[in-house]
């Protein structure tokens, strides 16, 4: 049985990807993740004990632990999506992103380098180094058009930074050395299991214990959501049919203002979860003062990787929506477990750093 390393995967995105080789391929997962406050093993729950899935406590950083990692395990192919995403914590404390996502990217190159070159020819040849990136790197769109996999970097905040240091790194280690690696940038994820700082679970929560929603700015910052299970299957249509060097956009064909989609949230928990006392949760909108730098509109073109590794995605905004806000009304259990730990749902990113 082959093995494949999936960093990062008990975060939203990489327990997805977890999840799915794990039920649906032939392959052994090992899930390498440090942990961190987003991190959450109850999203690898229905995985973690299966027999083809082994869950590794560990940093990317830490070079000992990755280099043991590989010499253990010796996997096929590395899917890398292990990083700090939250671009208001990184407006408050950019160190931690450039320690993820810069350093341990370039050290977990650094041992999937050294790894491969140990490798005969024709398993070699088979290996692939898979990093998961985001539209964020190319910076803010106008009215019109969409981000190409030629689209200039411009990035705005130091989360964005970060990962477009990360890309470059991996870049530059297929061009420099050889490694068989890919890079893809997709658009805003969301459904189950995400963290509840990010946009759609935090209207989700505020909005069922009758709290304010806030808004930034005047909500028309615009963003392509794209469902997670659909990221999940794009990223495994890269892992099998990608070709080393080049990179694939993965976007959902979703553009939303940022007030369109939590009006959105809104009316569905007004049909699945009614409270006579806020009818129409839309009343609880707030707008609050803008973040720093905050990005005017991103949109993705996903047509190299339909037209050459035949992906489309499979849910458009309106349901997967529904099968979000479904997941996070029939989990509200897993929600208080987050809100019992470090995060309370506070505001942040106003721009002092910590």
Wanted: hydrophobic share 40%; glycine share 8%.
């Amino acid at each position: 049985m082959k093995t494949l390393f999936v960093t990062g995967g008990a975060g939203f995105i990489g327990s997805s990807v977890v999840r799915m080789l794990v039920a649906e391929s032939d392959v052994r997962v090992v899930t390498i993740d440090k942990l961190t406050y987003a991190g959450n093993l109850d999203s690898l729950a229905e995985v973690l004990d299966a027999p083809n899935h082994r869950f590794a406590r560990a940093d990317i950083a830490d070079a000992a632990a990755m280099r043991a990692l590989f010499d253990e395990e010796r996997p096929c192919a590395v899917v890398h999506l292990a990083a700090e995403t939250h671009v208001d914590r990184s407006i408050d404390g950019p160190a931690q992103f450039v320690q993820t996502n810069v350093v341990g990217t370039c050290t977990l190159l650094e041992e999937s380098l050294r790894y491969w070159r140990t490798l005969p020819p024709t398993t070699a040849a088979r290996f692939r180094f898979v990093h998961v990136s985001t539209d964020e790197v190319f910076g803010s769109l106008g009215p019109l058009g969409s981000f190409t996999e030629t689209s200039r970097y411009a990035p705005r905040s130091p989360y964005a930074a970060s990962k477009a240091a990360a890309d470059h790194l991996v870049r530059s280690w297929f061009h420099t050395y050889g490694l068989p690696a890919i890079t893809t940038n997709c658009s805003n994820n969301y459904g189950p299991n995400q963290f509840p700082e990010k946009l759609i679970p935090l209207t989700v929560l505020r909005a069922l214990r009758g709290e304010t929603i806030p808004i930034y700015g005047r909500g028309d910052n615009v963003r392509d959501w794209l469902y997670v299970d659909d990221h999940a299957r794009a990223l495994l249509a890269v892992l099998e049919d990608g070709t080393p060097g080049e990179t694939y956009n993965i976007g959902g064909n979703g553009e939303r203002t940022n007030l369109e989609l939590v009006e959105m949230v809104c009316a569905l928990l007004d049909e699945l979860a009614p409270d006579p006392s806020t009818p129409d949760r839309r009343t609880l909108i707030t707008f609050v003062p803008d973040r720093p730098g905050h990005d005017k509109r991103y949109a993705i073109d996903g047509s190299k990787i339909q037209r050459e590794l035949g992906w489309n995605a499979r849910e458009c905004l309106s349901t997967g929506l529904r099968k979000t806000v479904a997941w996070y009304l029939e989990h509200q259990a897993w929600c208080e477990r987050i809100h019992a730990g470090t995060y309370r749902g506070e505001r942040l990113g106003l721009g002092a750093l910590v």
